[in-house]
């Protein structure tokens, strides 16, 4: 098994309130040295797969600036320090979509976007749904438009395919649970 790896130096470079970034000069398992070895604190967060008493899927649409486009995603949002994931959930949905949660929620677990270079985590929930929106409650830095999709218009091919891999991966982790029929009186999404 590969041993851990040693930290003998360490320095905060920049720290603001999206991102801090650290040099560290560390010393492999097996020895060898990296100088600098830069890793990226950012805040962790969480995803809300949302599902209506029909089946389909509340997303929304908004410009990615690092790939220059719109993107479709599933509703998601940072944790707040000290935080519990399913509240940062449920008020994620509502302020970006105006969707509340008609339900309990099914935790879909915990994946870490980047674990090579980034501490952050992501934490996905399957949500049923009200089929009736409220108002949006979009942050500063948001411009949301909101969809309702079938599944399939998600996958890879779609009308609306998704092309962000961990939010694709917690999409297709609910599609498996919700098919286990881990959520009761909600029917299988579409195949």
Known sequence: ???PWIVEH????????????????????????LDPFNLL??????????VLPD?????VEQWRQAIGRVMVELPAGNLEPGEDPAV????????????RASGPLLPLGVLWPEPARVQSTATGFVV??????GAQ???EGEDLAVRLVDWDDLLPGGAHAMVHAVQ????????????AGRVAGRSSPAR
């Open 168 to 179: 694709l991966a917690f999409l297709l982790m609910a599609q498996q649970a919700l098919a």
């Open 137 to 139: 409650h979009q942050d």
């Open 10 to 33: 360490e320095r905060t470079v920049h720290r603001d309130r999206w991102v801090t970034l650290r040099q560290q000069r560390l010393r492999t398992g097996r020895g060898a040295l």
């Open 88 to 99: 940062a959930t449920v008020r994620e949905l509502a302020e970006e979509t105006g969707y």
């Open 128 to 133: 049923p749904v009200d089929p009736l929106p």
């Open 41 to 50: 604190e950012m805040p962790s967060w969480v995803l809300a797969v949302p």
């Open 1 to 3: 098994m590969p041993a």
């Open 55 to 59: 089946g389909r899927l509340v997303v």
